[in-house]
């Protein structure tokens, strides 16, 4: 009597892995705008360091930081043995933009950080206006790991490819997909546009480039939890797929 187990269901493990990667697709986004808005008033406020500062709340506004970074790759290693089987190279290059985006992310946390440490002891270290400089220098750098992380890396890694491969694998509906590519393009050419000072990192510009990734994120959070591998979900994507094969075999 064999005694080997029995082969997992793919499907089962392909829903599994759709469900684990929607849900942290949905942790990103909240985390994502939570960490903003909580640490705004180091961002905002020139004189942060010197005066009494929000300091729980700035580290609350880090933790969120910290939770993105942590479902950031968690999407990522979802989706890798999925996205894989369309091409096993452009996947890991998924996967390897996850990666650099929350490398630059824990950057502008570990900058945080630092002026949140440096707060406290601004009086007592006599020269207000060199820590004053050196805050403001943190927040820079902050900013400018913002733009080269959650904006550059992620709209050509979470936009351009990730759509490309949801596109090919016939996973999503194509419109969407095509919004994600175009979503992660605009979002890496206003990075450019900031970088060469055509544009502010939070201007009217910047934000219309970014609100179709917001949307493509929007809907990955959402499609993967409550509608991906469906019944009515499965059934389109193998008419797609049959489709697909029957053209390669034309040809």
């Known amino acids: 009597m064999s005694t080997d187990p029995l082969p997992a269901d793919p499907l089962t493990a392909d829903r599994r892995r759709a469900l684990t990667a929607g849900a942290l697709f949905l942790v990103t986004f909240v985390t994502a705008i939570a960490g903003v808005q909580l640490y705004a008033p180091v961002l905002d406020d020139p004189a942060y360091v010197l005066g009494r500062g929000a300091d729980t709340r700035v580290l609350l506004g880090i933790l969120c930081e910290l939770a993105l970074i942590a479902a950031n790759l968690g999407t990522a290693l979802a989706l890798f043995p999925i996205l894989r089987r369309r091409s096993e190279g452009l996947a890991l290059g998924y996967v390897v933009a996850r990666i650099m985006e929350c490398v630059f992310i824990a950057i502008g946390v570990l900058c945080l950080l630092t002026v949140v440490t440096l707060r406290p002891q601004a009086t007592a270290l006599g020269d207000q206006e060199a820590v004053a400089v050196s805050a403001h220098t943190l927040v820079a750098l902050r900013n400018w790991t913002f733009l080269l992380g959650p904006g550059f890396v992620a709209g050509l890694g979470n936009g351009v490819l990730l759509g490309w ?87």
């Open 165 to 251: 491969l949801l596109l090919r694998s016939g996973l999503v509906p194509r419109a969407m997909a095509i919004v994600g590519m175009a979503g992660g393009s605009l979002v890496a050419l206003s990075g450019i546009g900031v970088l060469f000072g055509f544009w502010g990192q939070g201007s009217p510009v910047s934000a219309a480039a970014t609100l179709p990734e917001i949307v493509w994120e929007a809907f990955l959070g959402i499609f993967f939890s409550f509608v991906l591998f469906t019944p009515r979900q499965r059934a389109r994507v193998s008419r797609r797929t049959a489709s697909g094969s029957a053209q390669l075999s034309a040809a």
